[in-house]
């Protein structure tokens, strides 16, 4: 073991510092753990989470662009629309009729939010704001892949560069500071760690004890097989999206309370470190197989990792390289015991 690894690391003040550099690719990483679980992909997790961020700010100390107000509210709206299709039944004109509500609500919802914003919403309504943006990118990417029948991958990469590009233009390509004192609290010490821990706890929770999570793993496992079963595929595949969307949002809120600032280049590569830390963890991108506690696992893989390498020496240039080749070699295990036991 290198010495100075062992003199800094293994330190009561050091170990602690791991798990809140870990805190927001933990978060993130439970709701990859639910897409990679129905065999998808998410890529555009670090660009929502920047999306998040400055609806956050923007809300609270000044007022958001009303797209982002109509966004947050868009899953009301999408929940309303459900309920009516569902009261009326097959009846005729059901579809245009639940829709037409839907729109009705968002519209009235999102007028009364951008009143409520003038001047500045404050906190609390920029923690709504900002977790209402995340489920409705969730939704967004989940409905276009189960209704659109669009892959994963370029459903999510569309999001990826629009969800980037909506942040830029909602600040004009300026960060967004002067944010509530209250909000910094959360974004270090044992309350950044307990809020990634709940995480955990909830999404394990849902994914291993619940009816949702046994079916979002059917699909993952035979997405023909559940169907034939009676799972309602869609439902469910969109479920892991929005999922996706809120734990993005929620590390949107501990990265921004970090620094009290909502920046526009924040989350940058976050989506390629949730996956890492799911596949690290023992999760297969064949669906089917993951877990939240493993995840949890390689998140702080990956963090104990790279501040291993800071503390040998080992150049940043050469830090990606050495990890990249870990995430490589876990998935060709992977592989190879699937080849093996086939």
Known sequence: MHPQFARTFWTRDYLPNILQQAGTNIIAAVGMTFVIMTAGI????GSVLALCGVSLGLTA???????????????????????????????R???????????ATTLVAGVTLLRGCQGGGGLVLGLAVALGVGVACGLANGLVITKGSVPPFVATLGMLTAARGL??????????S???????????????????????????ALLA??????????????EEAARLTGVNVALFKTLAYVIA????????????????????GAGMNAELSAIAAVVIGGGSLSGGRASVPGSLVGALTIAVLN??????????TLQGVIIGAVIIATVLVDQLQRGGNA
């Open 93 to 103: 004109g059901g579809w245009a009729a639940g829709a037409a509500l839907g729109g």
């Open 167 to 176: 942040t830029i233009y909602a600040t004009e390509g300026n960060s967004v």
């Open 245 to 264: 969307g809120l734990t993005a949002a929620i590390s949107a809120v501990v990265l921004t309370a970090k620094f009290r600032l909502a920046d526009t």
């Open 209 to 222: 004890r619940t009816r949702t999570g046994r079916y979002i793993t059917a699909i993952g496992g035979n």
């Open 61 to 91: 100390v000044s007022s958001p662009p009303p797209f982002i107000a109509y966004l947050a509210v868009a899953p009301l709206g999408v929940l309303v629309a459900m309920g009516a299709r569902r009261w009326l039944g097959s009846r």
């Open 307 to 316: 501040a291993g390498l800071v503390i040998v020496g080992i150049p940043d």
């Open 42 to 45: 998410d890529l555009s997790v």
């Open 178 to 204: 002067g944010l509530p004192e209250g909000l910094g609290t959360v974004g270090q010490g044992l309350p950044l760690v307990a809020v990634a821990l709940t995480v955990v706890v909830l999404g394990s």
